[in-house]
C-alpha cells in the first residue's frame, strides 16, 4: 500500500528516493499514534531509521513547511556505535533535506572541538553515541532544554554495551514533556524498566515475525575441513559473484589476516575492526560504496547498523557465540525488501553448535559441502551466458574494429580471447575436501527411554574397513619419543584436516608411527599434510610387513596373529619349598660361612639380653644389662660460668597491697 498521508516535504523526499510503498514498521508507526510514546521491536533491516523520521516529523515540524533557524536542538537521537550513528544522520539528511534540517553528529573517535562548534551554530537534529554525548552535556555544549522527541535506536545493544548510566543520565537532561520512541530488536526486561521509568504511556508496536525469521535471508552450512576456512571463503566468494559481501571474524588478528589473504588472491577487500581509527573506518566504508571495493572482512563491530549498497552476501568464517549475534550479523543482508544469502562455515568440531546456533534462532539452513573449483567454472559459464552485456548496443566508433575482428579471427578465436580475459581478472577458485556427513546424533524423538545407542561413539574405521579400502601413511615420531594415540589422533587430526573417525590402525614403533586413513579421504590427507608448518612430518607409506610388526604396538585391543604361551619363570616358589636358588654369603656378613651347617641352616646363638630360662620364680626372666664401668670414670659436673641462674621467688605483698597509689598533681 502507499504512504498514508504525511508532511510534504517528506514525502517529496521519499519519492525522490524511490520509496513506493512503506515497510511494515513504517506503517505500524504511522497509524494515527499522535503524539504518543512508542515501543518498538522489529528487525533489523526493516527500515527502523525512517520509521522514527516519520513518526518524529509531526511533533517536530507541526504545521510548518520547514524547519526555522537552528538553535537548541530539537531531537535527539542517540545510537550505540560510530558507524550506526553516522548512518542514522545520513538517513534523516535526505529524508529532511525537504525540510531544510541541519543535523550534527556527536560520536566517538571524532574532534570533539569541532562538533562543539558546530552545537555552538545550532541545529535542529543531534545523533550521538551515548559517552560522547553526555562529554558535550558535561562540557556545556548540548543542551536539551529545548529537545521535543529523543530517539534511542537500537536500545538492546546499548544495554548490553553497557550504556545503562549514560542514558540514564541524558534522559534526565532532556524535558519531561518530550516524546520518547524507544526502538529494539527484542524487549527484553531490561529493556522493559527502561520503558516504564522513561516514557508514559507507550504505545506497544511488534513487527517482529517469530515464527520465521529473516523470511529474505537465506541459510547454508558448509561443511569445511578446520585448516580450509580461507580456501573456503574464496570459493564462496567466487560461486556467488555477490556486488557487495561482508566476511564476519571472530577476532581483530583474524581480520588482518583474512583480508590479507584476500587482497593477494586478487579480491578488491578491506577491513574494519575496533582498532582502527574513525577515519579508517570512513575510507573503508566509502570505498564499499564507491564500488571500489566488494568485500569487508569485519568483527562483530559491523553487525549492527551497518548498511552497505547490495549487500547480498554475509559469510560467518568464524562462527558467531550466540544467536543473536548470528540474526544481527546476517540481518546485514536481505534489507528494504531484497534477498540475501547467509553462508556458515562448519568445521567437523563445531557442526554441533552450529546446529543449536540455527535451532534456537528457529532457522533452517541447507547443509551441504562448500563449493568446488568445478561447481565454481560451471557457475562462470552460465554467468558468462547470461551477462546482460550481450544485450548492450556498441558504440558507433567500435564499429570497424568488430568488423575487423570478425574478419580477421575465427569464432573459437574470439571466444578463447574472450574467456582468457575474463578468467585474468577472477581469481582461481580452490581445492577443497569435503569432510562429509560424520556420525550424527539421533533427534530426541528417536531416542529409546534409557538412552539406547543414540550416544554411542562411532565404531573405528579400522574395525569396519577392509584392507583395500585404507591408505597408510607414515609419521616420524615412535615410542622413543613417547609417541602415545591419545596424543597422536589430534595431531593426525589437525595436520590432515580430517576426524578420527577417518583414521584407522596405528601401529606404533620405535623410531615410527604408521596409521591408515580412509581411502575416500587420502588425496586431501596427502594434500593438506604436504602443506602443513607442523614439526611433525607425515608422508605416504606401505603397509607394515609381517618381518616390519616385531616391537610394533597396535592401537585396538585386538591383537594380530596368535597369542603366545606363557613362558615359565625360572625357580618359581613350589608347594614343598624345592626348586629354589641355595642361599649365598651376603657380603655384609662378618664371619661369612662359618657360621652356616652343611644343610644351610645357620646355628642358633643365644642373644646376650635374652630372657634366663633357668631364672626362678619372681627373680625376673631378664639379666641385668652392662653398665657403664668399663667405660672409664665419669667427668665431675662444673657449672657454666657467668649465669647464676634465677633467684628464688619469695612470696611478698601485691603492689596495691596498702590501696592504689595517690594522684599526683594537677598540671594547670
Known amino acids: 500500500m502507499p504512504f498514508p498521508a504525511i508532511h510534504p516535504a517528506l514525502d517529496r523526499a521519499l519519492l525522490n528516493k524511490g520509496y513506493a510503498e512503506p515497510t511494515p514498521v513504517q506503517a505500524a508507526v504511522l497509524e494515527g499514534h499522535g503524539e504518543a510514546d512508542l515501543l518498538v521491536s522489529a528487525q533489523t533491516g526493516s527500515g527502523k531509521t525512517v520509521a522514527f ?109 553497557g550504556f545503562r548510566e549514560d542514558l540514564e543520565y541524558i534522559l534526565d537532561q532532556a524535558p519531561e514533556e518530550r516524546r520518547t520512541l524507544l526502538f529494539s530488536a527484542t524487549i527484553a526486561r531490561d529493556i522493559a524498566i527502561m520503558a516504564k521509568r522513561y516514557q508514559k504511556d507507550a504505545v506497544r508496536i511488534d513487527t517482529v515475525d517469530r515464527s520465521q525469521p529473516h523470511n529474505d535471508i537465506e541459510y547454508r552450512a558448509l561443511r569445511i575441513a578446520p ?258 594415540p591419545k596424543w597422536l589422533i589430534p595431531l593426525i587430526c589437525r595436520i590432515g584436516g580430517i576426524t578420527k573417525q577417518q583414521i584407522g590402525s596405528i601401529r606404533t614403533f620405535p623410531e615410527e608411527t604408521r596409521f591408515e586413513v580412509a581411502l575416500t579421504h587420502a588425496d586431501a590427507f596427502r594434500a593438506a599434510a604436504a602443506q602443513s608448518k607442523e614439526e611433525a612430518r607425515i608422508t605416504p607409506s606401505e603397509a607394515p610387513t609381517p618381518g616390519s610388526m616385531k616391537g610394533a604396538r597396535n592401537r585396538n585391543f585386538e591383537r594380530d596373529g596368535e597369542a603366545r604361551p606363557f613362558a615359565k619363570k625360572p625357580f618359581r616358589r613350589d608347594e614343598d619349598g624345592q626348586g629354589r636358588p641355595p642361599f649365598k654369603k651376603k657380603p655384609w656378613s662378618p664371619d661369612g660361612d662359618a657360621g652356616r651347617s652343611a644343610d644351610g641352616e645357620r646355628p642358633f646363638k643365644k642373644k646376650p639380653y635374652a630372657p634366663r630360662t633357668d631364672a626362678a620364680p619372681g627373680e625376673g626372666g631378664f639379666s641385668k644389662k652392662p653398665g657403664f664401668k668399663d667405660k672409664g670414670d665419669k667427668k665431675p659436673f662444673t657449672p657454666k660460668a657467668g649465669f647464676k641462674g634465677k633467684p628464688d621467688f619469695k612470696g611478698g605483698g601485691k603492689p596495691f597491697a596498702k590501696g592504689p597509689k595517690k594522684a599526683g598533681k594537677r598540671f594547670d
Request: glycine fraction near 8%.
Open 227 to 484: 585448516n580450509e576456512i580461507e580456501r573456503a571463503v574464496v570459493n564462496v566468494l567466487r560461486y556467488f559473484e555477490a556486488p557487495g559481501v561482508l566476511v564476519f571474524c571472530s577476532t581483530r588478528d583474524s581480520v588482518r589476516h583474512l583480508q590479507a589473504s584476500l587482497v593477494e588472491r586478487g579480491f578488491a577487500s578491506v577491513a574494519l575492526s575496533g582498532e582502527m581509527g574513525q577515519r579508517e573506518r570512513n575510507e573503508a566504508l566509502q570505498a564499499l560504496r564507491d564500488r571500489r571495493a566488494r568485500v569487508c572482512v569485519a568483527t562483530d563491530v559491523a553487525a549492527r547498523g551497518l548498511d552497505l549498497p547490495d549487500l547480498g552476501l554475509v559469510i560467518h568464517a568464524e562462527l558467531p557465540i550466540n544467536k543473536a549475534t548470528m540474526l544481527h550479523r546476517s540481518g546485514r543482508t536481505g534489507r528494504a525488501g531484497k534477498k540475501g544469502i547467509s553462508v556458515l562455515l562448519v568445521p567437523h568440531s563445531r557442526r554441533r553448535k552450529a546446529e543449536m546456533l540455527l535451532g534456537s534462532a528457529g532457522v533452517e539452513a541447507v547443509w551441504s559441502g562448500a563449493p568446488t573449483a568445478d561447481e565454481i567454472r560451471a557457475q562462470d559459464e552460465q554467468r558468462l551466458l547470461a551477462a546482460p552485456v550481450f544485450a548492450e548496443e556498441g558504440a558507433d566508433e567500435d564499429a570497424g574494429l568488430v568488423e575487423k575482428l570478425v574478419k580477421e579471427r575465427t569464432p573459437d578465436d574470439l571466444a578463447r580471447a574472450l574467456l582468457v580475459l575474463l578468467r585474468k581478472n577472477l581469481p582461481a577458485p580452490e581445492d577443497l575436501t569435503d569432510p562429509g556427513e560424520g556420525p550424527q546424533r539421533k533427534p530426541r524423538k528417536d531416542r529409546d527411554a534409557a538412552g539406547g545407542d543414540a550416544y554411542a561413539p562411532a565404531p573405528w574405521p579400522g574395525d569396519r574397513l577392509q584392507p583395500d579400502e585404507v591408505s597408510w601413511f607414515r609419521l616420524d615420531i615412535g615410542r622413543n619419543r613417547n609417541a602415545d
Open 53 to 161: 523520521g516519520l513518526a518524529a516529523a509531526p511533533t517536530l515540524l507541526g504545521e510548518d513547511e520547514r524547519f526555522g533557524q537552528p538553535d537548541t536542538p530539537l531531537m535527539l537521537a542517540i545510537a550505540p556505535t560510530r558507524e550506526l550513528a553516522l548512518q542514522v544522520a545520513a538517513e534523516l539528511e535526505w529524508l529532511y533535506a525537504e525540510a531544510g534540517a541541519k543535523i550534527v553528529t556527536c560520536v566517538g573517535g571524532m574532534d570533539a572541538r569541532k562538533e562543539a562548534r558546530a552545537l555552538n551554530y545550532g541545529a535542529h537534529v543531534v545523533v550521538g553515541t551515548p559517552g560522547r554525548l553526555k562529554d558535550h552535556i558535561d562540557r556545556g555544549a548540548l543542551d536539551l532544554s529545548a529537545a521535543r522527541v529523543v530517539v534511542l535506536d537500537e536500545a538492546d545493544e546499548m544495554l548490553d554495551m
